[in-house]
């Protein structure tokens, strides 16, 4: 069944975005072999991350892989057990798997290097500990699923994941303070991803112990199953009765009350708070808070990230809107966003910021900005971009699905980080080189990003609300092409497409842009950052090489893009 539907939807746009977001999987996973090659630590740690991958991954994807869904099966009156077992075999089919299976074949590598014995149980290792990884991400789903009933779950399970994603990211900050900066620290050659590569260099227990783990994780699932139905309508209790003036004031009001029953964006905008602070204090541990006041940008831009989808993720819902004549609706999202991020952003950039004394003109900036641009984008990239959500009371057990296109939810959600990101870039330029000067641009930046892109979003609203309304219906897009939409193109040129777009975030921002921050503060040998480790004469014009290379790549897919578009307006 699994392959019969996989057979089938590997069509068209989302077939190339598979295929894209294959080959780059199978680019890491060549690396992650190439690390067996090494001595030391390197593909302990290289798996630890692919784990991680697995856990947090579904989070940003609606639950993951969710072809077969437990609800498919729920009249058959099979045992918790046997269909867990059933789920679980399915799960082994698809492009995700086989790409781990790919880095996974370093087992055989690494025992290999061993002896004979060491490869000979390197394969049995190998199907462990995918089905580790695997068993891994399903339960943490089926728990975040679970958490998501209730508003302290939603809250918490935010909290935990924001804390895990800020570690990824700031993962040398620890590896430092652990006084192994130039290596991988012990501890995570015996995390369960370490495991089989325990049991390939000879400690046998470890593959024992990585089959009870399978086990026990098989036994957790059949049991999260079991629980698994529907979703739990909060209380009633203790509403207020809404009031308002106008239809502007009536979408605030409906909006806000969405804010705080709606458990999805709880956990969305709780999510975007962890993150931004714990990504901001993590150099603490190494006593340096120079990126505390950076906490409230951050929270700002991954607020904006989880939220681009909000017609999408209110299903049908739309049709009020569109039967509804000078609601306002728009204007009205822009303000109860602003009411929902601004007041947490401002607290924790000018309480962070005073902590560590400064940069004040800066951060202002850059604050006010992000602000505008985020309220201006979301409605924005919601009406141009938008994906066909479910509706929200028929969500399933799963309450982080709340698409089936999770491929296109996570192209916007990186899509909107650069875009939100870029409307402060004249902020930061004017107020980096002329001090106070960049607040009243960053403010005038944010107003027009407000003003202009709410405008924009509320023209497309209206003369496109009846097609949008359409799309959510019946999942497919109107035949009209939007700016945003890819055009029809081969396979092969929309995977280079896909492949450059995401390629180019690597070297553009972390090995670019970032390192450039670094430079210019005078901070060297700082994690994989290349530039900051090449010689004096060498680190600016890597650096600099960086941001060509990643707007290099993103030219390449934006011209193939724009070619095909071309044909299609000749031939049309």
């Not at 939807?9 to 780059?24: D, E, K, N, P």
């Not at 990884?133 to 909290?159: K, Q």
Request: hydrophobic residues 55%.
């Amino acid at each position: 069944m699994k392959i019969a539907v996989l057979r089938h939807s590997l069509t068209g746009q989302h077939g190339s975005m598979v295929i894209s977001a294959g080959s780059l999987g199978a680019v890491l996973a060549t690396g992650t072999i190439f690390l067996a090659f090494l001595d030391g630590d390197w593909l302990t740690a290289a798996y630890a991350v692919w784990m991680l991958g697995w856990i947090i991954g579904p989070v940003f994807s609606g639950g993951g892989d969710e072809t077969l869904r437990p609800e498919f099966f729920a009249m058959l009156g099979l045992p918790a057990h046997r269909l867990a077992v059933g789920l679980l075999a399915s799960a082994f089919v698809g492009v995700a798997p086989a790409v781990s299976l790919l880095a996974l074949s370093g087992l055989v590598v690494a025992g290999a290097r061993q002896g004979v014995v060491g490869a000979l149980v390197a394969l049995p290792a190998m199907v462990l500990q995918l089905a580790a990884f695997v068993l891994l991400s399903r339960v943490a789903v089926a728990v975040l699923g679970i958490a998501l009933r209730s508003r302290v779950g939603a809250v918490g399970a935010a909290l935990v994941n924001g804390a895990i994603l800020a570690f990824l990211g700031q993962g040398w900050v620890f590896a430092v303070a652990l006084g192994q900066g130039s290596g991988v620290p012990e501890f995570v050659r015996y995390l369960p991803s370490g495991w089989g590569l325990l049991a390939v260099r000879g400690d046998y227990l470890a593959l024992v112990a990585l089959a009870v783990l399978v086990g026990l994780l098989l036994a957790a699932w059949a049991a999260l199953l079991a629980r698994r139905a529907g979703t739990t309508r909060p209380s009633t209790r203790g509403r207020r009765p809404m009031r308002a003036r106008s239809a502007r004031e009536a979408v605030v009001a409906k909006e806000l009350r969405t804010w705080t029953r709606d458990l999805v964006r709880t956990h969305q905008i709780t999510f975007a708070l962890a993150y931004g602070l714990f990504f901001a204090s993590a150099p603490l541990v190494l006593g340096w808070p120079g990126m505390l006041p950076w906490a409230g940008p951050i929270f700002i831009v991954m607020a904006a990230a989880m939220t681009a989808n909000q017609y999408g993720d209110e299903g049908t819902a739309l049709w009020l809107t569109v039967m509804t004549p000078g609601a306002s609706d728009v204007r009205g999202r822009q303000l109860a966003w602003l009411v929902a991020v601004a007041p947490v952003a401002l607290v924790v950039t000018v309480a962070l910021t005073a902590v560590n004394g400064g940069p004040w003109p800066v951060i202002c900036a850059v604050t006010l900005a992000l602000l505008g641009g985020g309220a201006g984008l979301v409605p924005l990239m919601s009406v141009y971009g938008l994906v066909p959500g479910i509706d929200p009371a028929r969500r399933g057990g799963n309450p982080l699905r709340t698409s089936e296109d999770d491929s296109s939810l996570t192209g916007l959600a990186y899509l909107m980080l650069m875009l939100v990101a870029a409307t402060a870039v004249p902020a930061v330029v004017v107020a980096w080189m002329f001090g106070w000067l960049g607040v009243p641009v960053g403010a005038a930046t944010g107003a027009l990003c407000y003003w202009g892109l709410g405008l924009l979003a509320e023209r497309r609203l209206e003369a496109q609300g009846p097609e949008l309304l359409h799309m959510m219906r019946t999942g497919r897009r109107p035949e009209t092409k939007s700016t945003f939409q890819v055009p029809d193109m081969p396979r092969g040129a929309q995977a280079v497409t896909y492949l450059c777009w995401g390629l180019a975030m690597i070297p553009l921002f972390p090995q670019g842009i970032v390192a450039t921050v670094f430079l210019i503060n005078g901070m060297y040998e700082h994690s994989w950052f290349l530039a900051t480790y090449m010689s004096p004469g060498l680190r600016w014009p890597t650096a600099i090489g960086m941001i060509v290379i990643g707007l290099a790549l993103l030219g390449t897919g934006w011209v193939l893009m724009r070619r095909y578009r071309q044909k299609e307006e000749v031939t049309a």
